[in-house]
């Protein structure tokens, strides 16, 4: 049972540059999310995605794009890279019982440490 | 709109010391749950603990306890006998609502560096 896989686990882009990071999870969880980490920030939630199909803003979207054509899949897109966006990305999956309500077996991904040159 | 605030950024200790670890939360729902994370060196963070707001008594597991005082809106992590293994950043976080927009989403706090000195 893998959880939840990140790739790539590091990479460096120039400034301007476009990239795609994936997000897969095995365990059937509707809820999937994407953290960034930054040094004295804790993390932050970019965008998060309540099933397949959707999408939604966290609080700190900008300069990103997300999709999830597929339960287990969740993608995070730069589309012009810039150093701003140089931060540890997280990714986490959980399900909730009811709708809307708490969720249950928040799990996280390795991480992947983005630098923007 | 929910806070976690970890005031303590680094907390340097000797091997077998007590430290505690402040988390201090803001929230206008009254039903929430809290969480405790472990971030060692490697970068993956590990769960420690979920602990929902209508239980406010004390956890301990192993070395590590939780106070959880609503009074107060705080959550406050204590390692006993500290090992160097323990050694980290923790993270404070909190997840409000039942119903509605939730769906789960996590605020945390800033985090703080545990350094336990041999």
């Known amino acids: 049972n893998a959880g939840v896989t990140q790739t790539p686990k590091f990479r460096v882009l120039k400034t301007g540059q476009s990239m795609t990071l994936l997000c897969a999870q095995d365990?059937?969880?509707?809820?999937m999310y994407w953290y960034r980490q930054d040094p004295g920030m804790g993390l932050r939630l970019i965008h998060y995605s309540v099933g397949e199909g959707t999408t939604a803003k966290g609080e700190v979207p900008d300069g990103y794009n997300v999709s999830r054509l597929k339960k287990q899949n969740f993608l995070l897109g730069l589309e012009s890279a810039a150093p701003s966006q140089t931060s540890v990305y997280f990714c986490?999956?959980?399900?909730?019982?009811?709708?809307?309500?708490?969720?249950?077996?928040?799990?996280f991904g390795s991480g992947t440490r983005l630098t923007v040159v | 709109a929910q806070k976690v605030t970890q005031a303590q950024t680094e907390i340097s200790v000797v091997e077998k010391e007590d430290v505690t670890l402040d988390c201090v939360y803001e929230?206008?729902?009254?039903?929430?749950?809290l969480f405790w994370y472990k971030q060692p060196p490697s970068g993956e963070l590990v769960f420690l603990i979920r602990r929902n707001s209508f239980d406010e008594q004390n956890e301990i597991s192993g070395r590590y306890s939780w106070n959880f005082q609503k009074s107060t809106s705080s959550f406050n992590f204590t390692i006993t006998a500290s090992q160097v293994v323990d050694s980290a950043v923790y993270f404070c976080a909190l997840s409000e609502g039942a119903g509605g927009t939730s769906y789960g989403k996590l605020t945390f706090g800033q985090g703080t560096i545990l350094t336990v000195h041999p």
């Open positions: 986490a999956s959980s399900y909730s019982p009811g709708q809307g309500s708490f969720a249950y077996g928040y799990t």
């Open positions: 929230t206008r729902d009254t039903t929430y749950y």
């Open positions: 365990m059937n969880h509707e809820y």
